[in-house]
T-cell receptor
Framework: AQSVTQPDIHITVSEGASLELRCNYS??????LFWYVQSPGQGLQLLLK??????LVQGIKGFEAEFKRSQSSFNLRKPSVHWSDAAEYFC?????????FGTGTSLTVIP | ETGVTQSPTHLIKTRGQQVTLRCSSQ?????VSWYQQALGQGPQFIFQ???????GRGNFPPRFSGLQFPNYSSELNVNALELDDSALYLC?????????????FGPGTRLTVL
């Protein structure tokens, strides 16, 4: 069965520091992978997606993610975090018409 | 281009009641998916509608039902509400069979069951 694991429930980083949010998936075939961000009381906004090809994908707001098949991972990175990046981040794998989301990682940014 | 909209924003119901949530899909999209997001959890797939018919369902009981209209808008109906139904309900629209499967989410409806 398809599943997504986000091992870090909560991460705190200083503004300007680098960030890496972990995501591991379980899926038999080549997955479609997504990262979404959710601000308090809001819906989900797409940051980036991977379907095939280059394993390093660029997204909005300076985010990037790297697909590593050997590790079944799709970690999200940002070289320099801004205070406005504080939010909940969700990794998702898609099979057919159904999204499977992880439980999310809450990011706190301290000045 | 109009994004995905949902109504109402917030809703309070009591156990045993019925509720209807509404979603208008993004312009040009023909598919609507519904998700339940409990507090502190990721969204869980309820079902998807395409061409006014259910096109996939997650692990939710039959008291969760839906409709899609010719203009691609959609409703989620929940009967016999239970306390555990309290959650944020998200609607997402997409264009079926584009290969991207990218879904665009609305802001959600916060349902509280007392």
């Amino acid at each position: 069965a398809q599943s997504v694991t986000q091992p870090d429930i909560h991460i705190t980083v200083s503004e300007g520091a680098s960030l890496e949010l972990r995501c591991n998936y379980s899926y038999g075939a080549t997955p479609y992978l997504f990262w979404y961000v959710q601000s308090p009381g809001q819906g989900l906004q797409l940051l980036l997606k991977y379907f095939s090809g280059d394993t390093l994908v660029q997204g909005i707001k300076g985010f990037e993610a790297e697909f590593k098949r050997s590790q079944s991972s799709f970690n999200l990175r940002k070289p320099s975090v801004h205070w406005s990046d504080a939010a909940e981040y969700f990794c998702a794998v898609v099979t057919g018409n159904q999204f499977y989301f992880g439980t999310g990682t809450s990011l706190t940014v301290i000045p | 281009e109009t994004g995905v909209t949902q109504s109402p924003t917030h809703l309070i119901k009591t156990r045993g009641q019925q509720v209807t949530l509404r979603c208008s899909s993004q312009s040009g999209h023909n598919t609507v998916s519904w998700y339940q997001q409990a507090l502190g959890q990721g969204p869980q797939f309820i079902f998807q509608y395409y061409r006014e018919e259910e096109n996939g369902r997650g692990n939710f009981p039959p008291r969760f039902s839906g409709l899609q209209f010719p203009n691609y808008s959609s409703e989620l109906n929940v009967n016999a509400l239970e306390l555990d139904d309290s959650a944020l309900y998200l609607c997402a629209s997409s264009l079926f069979m584009t290969g991207s499967n990218e879904q665009f989410f609305g802001p959600g409806t916060r349902l509280t069951v007392l």
